[in-house]
């Protein structure tokens, strides 16, 4: 199984800054033949299920807003939020679907 | 728009089999450019995928939780369906039903889910 570990595992950020969370995967999550990371990232609000914000690593879901960026390859990715709002509290989540789907344990974001 | 409602007993005792149903709403489960998922969470924890399943009955589960579960589809009632033996207390959580894409297919991953339904095992 692929292992996906985030860093931190909590985050606090004064509103209008920028939040990074890391994750890194086991092994690499890059298929050669069509140079696609099958990596995504989640949001998941309290009561809510997890939210599709990222996949491929850096492309975003339809509505998602362009604050919430992604990158890396292989086996090191991050989630950028550009200027933090409010309404952005929540845990995230990367996932793997390159073998099987595993997701990291989560990062808790917070405002400071 | 595409929906997922997830149904069955909110309790189930230590030892019995958990049994869930998800109700795809919006779309059609025999879509062939899909699975369809199960995912866990146990309370303030993080997410689990178990298994999917394909329109045609093809399966595949979490190899760690390949030996007590069973995931079915209905095509004509496009509904599908997970069964979970031998539950123990770290069996409960909330579990959630996602479509995500197919190998190949290039759509996304989990793009839509359940509002999650939790199970308690406990006697």
């Known amino acids: 199984d692929i292992v996906m570990t985030q860093s931190p595992d909590s985050l606090a950020v004064s509103l209008g800054e920028r939040a990074t969370i890391n994750c890194k995967s086991s092994?690499?999550?890059?298929?050669?033949?069509?140079?696609?990371?099958?990596l995504a990232w989640y949001q998941q609000k309290p009561g809510q299920p997890p939210k599709l914000l990222i996949y491929w690593a850096s492309t975003r879901e339809s509505g998602v807003p362009d604050r919430f960026s992604g990158s890396g390859s292989g086996t090191d990715f991050t989630l950028t939020i550009s200027s933090l709002q409010a309404e952005d509290v929540a845990v995230y989540y990367c996932q793997q679907y390159y073998s099987t789907r595993t997701f990291g344990q989560g990062t808790r974001l917070e405002i400071k | 728009q595409v929906q997922l409602q997830e149904s069955g007993p909110g309790l189930v005792k230590p030892s019995q089999t958990l049994s869930l149903t998800c109700t795809v709403s919006g779309g059609s489960i025999s879509s062939g450019d899909y699975y369809w998922s199960w995912i866990r969470q146990p309370p303030g924890k993080g997410l689990e995928w178990i298994g999917y399943i394909y329109y045609s009955g093809s399966t595949y589960y979490n190899p760690s939780l390949k030996s007590r579960v069973t995931i079915s589809v209905d095509t004509s009632k496009n509904q599908f369906s997970l069964k979970l033996s031998s539950v123990t207390a770290a069996d409960t959580a909330v579990y959630y039903c996602?479509?995500?894409?197919?190998?190949?297919?290039?759509?996304?991953?989990?793009?839509?889910w359940g509002q999650g339904t939790l199970v308690t095992v406990s006697s």
């Open positions: 092994q690499s999550v890059l298929y050669s033949s069509n140079n696609k990371n099958y």
């Open positions: 996602a479509r995500g894409g197919v190998w190949g297919s290039y759509r996304p991953p989990f793009d839509y």
